[in-house]
Nanobody, 123 residues
Framework: QVQLVESGGGLVQAGGSLRLSCAAS????????MGWFRQGPGKEREFVAH????????YYADSVKGRFTISRDNAKNTAYLQMNSLKPEDTAVYYC????????????????WGQGTQVTVSS
């Protein structure tokens, strides 16, 4: 089993920045890919970004490309999501997810989920 704990959410004005963290514990060999998803009010949970353990290969949703950066510190078993130029439409609960496979942008591909952290962007 893998436990994922997110932190770093909060309230920020449009144009501001936040950095989310996701600390993994337990069977961390199952966290080859770590991803971020988000769920806005009344919306489906959607893919944001993912990163592969080896080589740090990343992939982003078009809606965040150029504004968000995903990274990971393998020694700390922690993934990060740096969010810049935030917009009100980025308001959502952000979830960290992990899987033992390579890549993936569908919720069903991920085996482990955190509890989520709220990000609110005011206009």
């Amino acid at each position: 089993q893998v436990q994922l704990v997110e932190s770093g959410g909060g309230l920020v004005q449009a144009g501001g920045s936040l950095r989310l963290s996701c600390a993994a514990s337990g069977r961390t060999s199952s966290t080859y890919t770590m991803g971020w998803f988000r769920q806005g009010p009344g919306k489906e949970r959607e893919f944001v970004a993912h990163i592969i353990r080896n080589g740090g290969i990343t992939y982003y949703a078009d809606s965040v490309k150029g504004r968000f950066t995903i990274s990971r510190d393998n020694a700390k078993n922690t993934a990060y999501l740096q969010m810049n130029s935030l917009k009100p439409e980025d308001t959502a609960v952000y979830y960290c997810a992990a899987r033992s496979g390579v890549g993936g942008s569908r919720k069903s591909e991920y085996d482990y989920w955190g509890q989520g952290t709220q990000v609110t962007v005011s206009s």
